[in-house]
């Protein structure tokens, strides 16, 4: 798994064990007093990680970064700096906490001290790649790392034996992924979106927000401003992705679907001139995203890839993959068609993989009211058989937040939905433009009544690109224009079309055969598809064995497997296979 991971003990005791030294590389580990890290970067866009100690105003500074910065080149001329290492260890020496909000793009990383013997621990602002950490207060030491199973080498490296958190395995189990910071080992926390932390020995890591989701205070701008402010900022995000490619002499790659947001990604590039690029998509042969998304593409003079999923034996052959690539945080089936689709590609032809990813944050879908209100978990719930074992949990995360969009994104899209770009990072960089910062936290503050239902980033659509409104949105099944959401806002007409769905849907379930407005059929994939549902049995008779410390566990999910959905099966194979490669 790419990234990196460290020890922060006094006198370096405690050391990153043997099993996870790279096999080659002086430069790949780094013993900085009483910090041991080690890298296991991805070998595409070098110029953007770092791992070395840079000297920085006034002080000298390890740093280790990963990802991609997209605004690296205009921050580097900024401050004068002759390359990205010098550059961070310049603006952390200034401010470890705060640092990383000057910079943009998909990063994580961790910066040393070396004369305070401090350090800091980040990631980005959304929290696109995920990074875990452990302190130990026996030994003074924390622990940190991009991989779960890391993590849990390291700590029995130490001496401590790692455990199952059994009200993280009961959110896997509802949610299908984390409703707060949890991870499935006891004790080790997922750092959160926008966040830094402070590390050093002997002291419990102390965690420090740099960035915040404020959706609370409202722009007073006029409508106009508001639509013309959002495509500047979108053409902005846009525009930086695709130039970072550019910095390496890769063509670009973009995922696109019958939706909204991967198309929108598509037509402000178009827009501002980049070409060169290859669109994916992938999903049932003949369903609606195929079609529209071909269309498309074509008519953007873009080259377009189909992978056809039919009959979903990609499930049955991607669960410990998916697990390793997300370290089961989240539901295996939701990034197996994305997974088994990204390696087929040669990534050594192509740069990021851009993509409309948690557009949420943005254009507003978690909104349904003019006004913000509560924060509520239960709709969120792939199963809710269990949730009454998490309440107390849940509700408490509930608290931390002043509204349902607020919750909503930092649990369900930072710890989730973002699955499609942590799934792809053990492949390439990945690109994701509305979360870009200047977007997405100006985004936050757009008065509710605009964001309902979409309504300002429609608007935006038809000013700027009144093309892209010529293709189906497979969400609606009509065009996107603000003609059909008020069409869709009308009792009378949304009484009809959904009685025209539920029909459809009968139909296609009296034929057997797949609904074109589903790019991923799984219940009929397991109903007809004798292969996959064997794999799925088989697995069946391992949950007690592997569940067998938590006996009360073992029994919950041994009923939602025989009782459940395909996809309550897949919250407890993924919690299984989870369980399995962390050894817990």
């Not at 949610?175 to 959160?192: A, H, N, P, Q, W």
């Not at 349904?368 to 998490?390: G, M, N, Q």
Request: hydrophobic share 40%; aromatic share 12%; proline share 4%.
């Amino acid at each position: 798994m790419s990234g990196f991971c460290g020890i922060v003990s006094p006198g370096a005791r405690n050391r990153i064990p043997s099993q996870l030294l790279p096999g080659a590389g002086a430069d790949a580990v780094g013993a900085k007093g009483d910090l041991h890290i080690r890298n296991a970067f991805i070998g595409k866009f070098g110029e953007d990680k770092c791992f070395s100690t840079y000297r920085g105003s006034d002080k000298t500074l390890f740093v280790c970064h990963d990802g991609v910065t997209l605004n690296a080149k205009e921050m580097k001329r900024s401050f004068a700096a002759p390359d990205l290492g010098s550059l961070l260890a310049s603006i952390a020496a200034k401010d470890m906490e705060n640092f990383p909000s000057l910079l943009r793009g998909g990063f994580a990383g961790f910066v040393w001290d070396e004369s305070l013997n401090i350090g800091s621990l980040y990631t980005n602002h959304f929290g696109t790649r995920f990074l875990y950490y452990y302190y130990a207060e026996r030994l003074g030491a924390t622990f940190f790392a991009s991989s779960l199973a890391d993590i849990a080498v390291m700590l029995r490296s130490a001496g401590i034996e790692p455990k199952l958190d059994t009200t993280a395995a009961y959110s896997i189990l509802s949610f299908g992924y984390m409703f707060d910071d949890r991870t499935l080992i006891e004790g080790v926390r997922k750092l959160e979106a926008g966040c830094s932390m402070a590390i050093e020995p002997r002291e419990k890591p102390a965690l420090h927000r740099y960035f915040s989701y404020d959706n609370e205070t409202i722009h007073t701008d006029s409508l106009g401003d508001l639509i013309d402010g959002f495509y500047e900022r979108m053409a902005q995000a846009v525009r930086q992705g695709f130039e970072k490619d550019l910095e390496y002499g890769y063509p670009h790659v973009s995922l696109l679907s019958g939706g909204l947001d991967s198309r929108m990604v598509l037509f402000f590039a178009k827009k501002l001139g980049f070409e060169n690029i290859l669109t994916f998509t992938f999903g049932q042969s003949g369903c609606a995203d195929e079609r529209i998304a071909s269309a498309i593409s074509r008519d953007l003079g873009y080259d377009h890839l189909f992978r056809v999923l039919d009959g979903g034996d990609f499930l049955s052959r991607t669960i410990e993959d998916c697990v390793e690539a997300n370290d089961g945080m989240i539901i295996y089936a939701g990034s197996a068609h994305a997974f088994s689709s990204y390696r087929m590609l040669d990534w050594g032809k192509y740069g990021l993989l851009h993509n409309g990813n948690l557009a949420d944050a943005s254009q507003g879908d978690y909104v349904e009211t003019d006004y913000h209100v509560k924060p509520s978990a239960e709709e969120w719930a792939y199963s809710r058989r269990f949730l009454p074992r998490i309440e107390e949990a849940v509700n408490d995360a509930l608290s931390r937040f002043p509204n349902h969009e607020a919750f909503a994104i930092a649990t369900r899209g930072s710890n989730a939905i973002v699955n499609g770009s942590v799934s792809a990072q053990g492949f390439t960089e990945t690109d994701e433009p509305f979360l870009y910062p200047d977007l997405a936290g100006w985004a936050a503050g757009i008065p509710p009544k605009f964001k309902k239902g979409e309504y300002l980033f429609l608007a935006m659509i038809e000013k700027h690109f009144p093309e892209a409104t010529r293709y189906v949105w497979q969400k609606w099944r009509l065009k996107p224009t603000l003609i059909n959401k008020r069409r869709m806002e009308s009792p009378p007409f949304r009484f009809v079309h959904r009685g025209r769905k539920a029909l459809g849907y009968f139909v296609d379930g009296i034929l057997g055969r797949p609904s074109r407005w589903d790019m991923n059929p799984l219940d009929l994939w397991y109903k007809n598809n004798t292969d996959l549902c064997g794999e799925f049995q088989k697995r069946r008779g391992i949950i007690e064995e592997r569940l067998s410390s938590r006996p009360g566990l073992a029994e919950d999910c041994a009923r939602l497997f025989d009782e459940g959905s395909f996809l309550e099966k897949a919250q407890v194979l993924t919690l299984v296979a989870a369980v399995t490669r962390l050894d817990l």
